[in-house]
């Protein structure tokens, strides 16, 4: 039996970090791999990537590693709502402006996608889709027609991603999986503060997928985005597990269990 | 960047946006002369990811003057798609791998196959439709609110406005729509379905963040709490720039190709149109006869030579988008 963990996207929750490792730990793993987007949203990034260095958990580059690393100057989340927009610039501005040089360096050497084979099964790492960094994968909106050929085209069985913020699980023939493995950075739009990572099983061929929830100290977090003076929006959204910006991306269904 | 999928939307919406910036008969999709002795560049197929179908055929029940393929009541150029054929094309799609389903028209809630076309379709990928919102009585929303329960697949609607007063709306809609909208959208929001509502940037100076602001509060008075508003910003240049600069533009297209960067932005590169005479290459083109690329989904896998006006639009749009 092998058993993977998967981070998604890490915001700059620092304290979720802390608190997902320490749970990995507890249960024990075969690896762990960090799925990209390291920073945004929260405060203080260079926290993630150090504690991410000391602990020697590899992972893949995400929209933000991509811009931060190549000096551009947005993040290429992808939204096209305005006011969508218009917070993915705040996060993204305070984000350049805070992280050091050496680590946006080592961000550009980050690999784009990771591959790995696991008892015959060919596994892929990656932060959109194995075909774009930014690209979105909803499970209301990914048809099984469409994660098949993803599988055919990227030469994988089971791939992992991350980017959209809602983990999902496709279960396809001939053994075959997509997972998007939601993120540690902001709760999952449900109404509760928790944030979720992914272990992956792989017995005897068979996959199973299990979406961990994550308790974690979002009243600190929310104190220090306050003192950092980072949007009151985003911290409504730590405190009350409701996503407040960038929603305008969802799809209906998953906006119809939205509460704004 | 975010242009790729804004850009779809606009072009899916292309349609209402013309008479706003004063587009004439004469500046249809022959706008570029056909002396022009430039080569068309082809766009390629980069994936086949969303699938058309033009469900209602050219029949609609209004008759907006700005309609770039004529929809009206008695236009039949292209006949509405039974259940049957719908299903003909879905097969084919399943097995190429289409991610997503748009169903326009004309006036997609017109065929009285709509419910059972959408319930076929939501079992193999979401759908969209695109709608005036005219005919959106009680009954039928609520048996699509139950259909958006029980699919697995998001069931989404577009209702595209041309203005948000009656007064500005009618002026393109016709007398009289602007009341039988604000009905079907009462109705959706009774049933707790949100639609997406599109308006053009050019309405009512929208594109502003005041005249957003008071878009949002229109909607919310509809009756839906969480608005969702897409704002076109196609042409945002205007017909009468888009026409001086744009033989300049074309000719840079025309020289230097296409990169895949550039044809991911145009909606031909990852989608194509089913309608009753075949299957096309854009939703944009179906009334050119050489935009129907073949019978089936299979005949069109292969790149497309971008050789009409309304292509050059596209492109000219999707420059001013990522910048
Ligand atoms: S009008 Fe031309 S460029 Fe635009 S989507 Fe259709 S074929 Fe492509
Ligand atoms: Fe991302």
Redo the contacts with the bound molecule.
Sequence with gaps: MTRLAFIGGIYSNYPALVATLADIERRGVDGSWFLGDLGAFGPHPNRVPELLIEKQIPGIQGNYEESLSSGATDCNCGYTDPRDNAYAQISYDYTAANTDDALKQWMGTLPREIRMDIGGLRILLSHGSPRRINEFLWHSTSSEPFLERLCEESRADVILCTHSGLQWHRRLERNRHVVNAGVIGRPANDGRTNVWYTLLTVERGEVSVEFVPIDYDHQTLAREMRAEHLPAEFIETIETGWWTTCLEILPAKERAHSKF | MAGYYHRIDA?RNAANLKPVLGWRESDS?TAIPHQQPLPAPD?PLLALDTLWFQVAGTLCNIECTHCFISSSPTNRSHEMLTLADVEIRLAEARRLGVRDYYFTGGEPFMNRDMLAILETTLKQGPATVLTNGMLLRPELCRELRELFDRSEYSLDLRVSLDGFDAESHDAIRGKGVWERVMKGLRNLAGVGLNPVITVTEAAEGVGSAEGRTRFLEVIRGFGFARPRLKVLSLFRIGAEETRSHGYEEWERLSMDGLTPVDAAT????SSRMVTSRGVY?????IAEPA?RMGETIADTLRP?A?R?G??H???VDGVNCRT
């Design positions: 072009i999709v766009v145009l909606q031909c590169s290459v854009c939703p944009i083109l935009a497309f971008l009409y309304a292509c639009t596209c492109w």
